[in-house]
């Protein structure tokens, strides 16, 4: 039996040594040990923005309605277990989801990754003959057949499963299909893997859809405001639809009513069903703009739909930002779809429980609020999608421009386009930007680097601020760096999820000597 330690060692040298040949080397692993994944059910979501917050929502639905509830995601902010969870009605409050309750424990992990290593050694002649050269998994492969094991261990009612990277051949679209397939925020992101055009990054998402399910899609042009390109990448998915025979439903801003609670979060006031955008033959659709929707059948073909009396209400949810509100309105009408065909839930007991777990939700680095007053927020925004999503909550919240920004990026994010779209959207220059290196040692993009990229194109002085400059080792002194000459302002660290682990544990070591003085 492999130690944590050893299981992580075959795993972290994937990283190197492993090279993704498409998913005919996972369906042989999964074959090898009897197609685990055949006994399961799967809600599946790709997207360029969104996936986890929106996954968490379904799974805390599931986990509330008595559901044993697998969780697949990536990547994680602090623990490695976060990439595998199994929440239930036990476990799926805040506070335990905060401490870790739900997820994979180490000893389980390493017994998985080391029966995953036997099947890998088992079927390698055979691949490597297939592919006329030497094979090695790589390291999302090792991963997903290891919570796929896991989960059908387990016996788990559900699993939320949330791709790595794009979707046609990313390793989670092994499964053979999906009850519920959602596609959340699309937008211009690794293009490098994707595609350079919308409609070609819209096609490699809409790959895990599959004869079978039901289809939620994120209004891709909320997401996207180009009219041309989210019209022709809207195309691509409605054409996947089609040959796919499935029903596709988009929420749009105007399914819903958001009312903004400051740093409490959110409330949504659902007021119309998702537009169908295409219904196969004999398949009920969603009934649009009516208060009151019919309950479905149980003996209603797969693949069709229906939403609970009474779905159309308000509900609270402990996130912030507009851009939460239409995730969190995907993953409702998803939710309430799934609960109401998979479970023997009457349509009261679907709404209430929908109404009693958001309230709970729990996502680490997503606006999370680490302190009120005054505000120190921690958000994962790394790409420009992401930016302008935070930008236009900090506008709201009024503290955007009066803020301190602690920011580290990656290489190949456009972090100056970032920072660029960043204030446009706040409207103002921040008093201060303190530079930080992400322990990402490939790809960081150095602090001092990130400063200059910064300055020398004098973002700040056009937008009417005289912003100070700092380059910091690590979190620790960023805080060190507010706390001397800035501690009444508020504070908003992002750039790279990377960076939010760190940030998150020196915080919560910045509070403890605080609290000591």
Excluded at 95 to 116: C, F, N, P, T, Y
Excluded at 158 to 164: A, S, Y
Excluded at 387 to 407: E, F, K, R
Aim: hydrophobic share 40%; charged share 20%.
């Amino acid at each position: 039996m492999w130690t944590y330690e050893e299981a992580m060692q075959y795993l972290n040298q994937s990283l190197v040594f492993g090279r993704k040949k498409g998913l005919y080397p996972m369906r042989q692993l999964l074959n090898y040990f009897g197609n685990p994944d055949h006994n399961l059910r799967f809600i599946h979501l790709a997207g360029t923005n969104g996936k986890g917050s929106t996954a968490m929502a379904l799974a805390v639905m599931c986990a509330a309605a008595g559901l044993k509830t697998g969780l697949y995601t990536s990547p994680y902010v602090e623990r490695f277990s976060e990439r595998i969870r199994c929440l239930c009605k036990e476990n799926y409050m805040a506070a335990q989801v905060q401490r870790g309750d739900g997820e994979i424990d180490k000893e389980s992990l390493a017994r998985l990754l080391a029966k995953v290593k036997t099947g890998v050694e088992a079927i390698t002649p055979a691949i490597s003959a297939y592919y006329g050269e030497k094979w090695q998994p790589s390291y999302f492969e090792i991963l997903t057949v290891s919570a796929i094991l896991y989960y059908a261990e387990l016996h788990c009612d559900v699993v939320v499963w949330e791709t790595g990277l794009g979707g046609e051949f990313d390793s989670t679209n092994v499964i053979e299909r999906a009850e519920i397939t959602i596609l959340t925020a699309l937008n211009y992101d690794h293009c490098e893997y994707l595609g350079n055009t919308l409609a070609e990054i819209a096609a490699a998402k809409a790959g895990i859809i599959k004869p079978g399910t039901t289809v939620f899609l994120y209004d891709i042009l909320t997401a996207c405001p180009d009219p041309v390109a989210a019209g022709e990448a809207l195309r691509v998915v409605m054409d996947k639809c089609q040959a796919c025979k499935v029903p596709l439903y988009v929420i749009k801003p105007g399914d819903f009513a958001v009312c903004e609670r400051g740093l409490d979060g959110i409330e949504i006031d659902l007021r119309q069903a998702p537009t169908c955008l295409y219904k196969p033959a004999g398949c009920s659709s969603l009934p649009t703009g009516s208060p009151s929707i019919p309950t479905g059948s149980p003996s209603m073909p797969t693949g069709c739909s229906s939403l609970p009396t009474g779905v159309m209400r308000k509900y609270f949810i402990p996130l912030i930002g507009q851009h939460q509100a239409m995730n969190m309105a995907v993953a409702i009408f998803a939710g309430a779809t799934f609960l109401r065909q998979q479970t023997n839930f009457t349509d009261a007991q679907t709404v209430s429980t929908i109404v009693a777990a958001l309230p709970e939700l729990y996502w680490p680095a997503r606006l999370e609020v680490l302190q009120k007053k005054p505000p120190v927020l921690l958000d994962g925004a790394h790409n420009v999608q992401g930016a302008t999503a935070l930008g236009a909550a900090l506008h709201d919240l009024g503290i955007g421009h009066a803020a301190i920004w602690v920011c580290g990026f990656v290489r190949g994010k456009n972090h100056v386009e970032m920072v660029r779209h960043l204030i446009d959207t706040v409207g103002r220059a921040p008093l201060a930007i303190i530079c930080l290196t992400p322990p990402e040692p490939k790809r960081a993009v150095p602090a001092m680097e990130l400063r200059q990229d910064l300055t020398k194109l004098n973002l700040f002085a056009s937008a009417g601020g005289d912003t100070a400059f700092f380059v910091a080792a690590d979190p620790a002194e960023a805080l060190s760096i507010w706390q001397r000459d800035y501690a009444t302002a508020p504070l908003v660290a992002f750039g790279s999820l990377y960076l939010a682990g760190p940030f998150k544990q020196a915080w919560r070591k910045f509070q403890e000597t605080r609290n000591n003085e």
